[in-house]
């Protein structure tokens, strides 16, 4: 559908998605975003939770994409914590550009944060399978 559109889609699979990946093309893609373009982030993978390591959760726990280090292998140590994908995303993508968050993995409800202040100003909707204590 989108290629119908002539939208530009990028793409990481399996051994690609680090973090170190993810976020370079995070920025590569939202930084070329101007004011009236939309930023679509598609995740499908599994989602964790993590002990929250500033107090911004309700429930103690931050939310993860669960990527892979340079091996394929996944822990913690190579997740994405929420906190740190609404930085990236904000500090990567115009404030005027729209925003859509779909999050197809388990613990994924709040895994944008966009209740937070750092998503003040930005037109941003995101979209997950289930809620943060739920598997999906």
Sequence with gaps: LAHLCNARVERLY???AT???VSKMIHR??????????????YAGHGSNL???????DDGQDEAFC????????SPDCWLRDDDFAKLVTSSVHRNTKILILA???HSGTVADI??????????????????????
């Design 14 to 16: 399996d051994e690609d």
């Design 67 to 74: 990527f892979v280090d340079e091996y394929g292998q996944t």
């Design 29 to 42: 893609v939202g930084s070329q975003c101007g004011p009236e373009d939309h930023f679509i982030f598609f």
């Design 104 to 106: 197809d993995c388990c």
């Design 115 to 136: 209740n937070k202040t750092i998503w003040d100003g930005y037109r941003v909707i995101s979209i997950s399978g289930c809620k943060d204590k739920q598997t999906s």
């Design 51 to 57: 002990p929250d390591q500033d107090g911004d959760e």
């Design 19 to 21: 973090v170190a990946n």
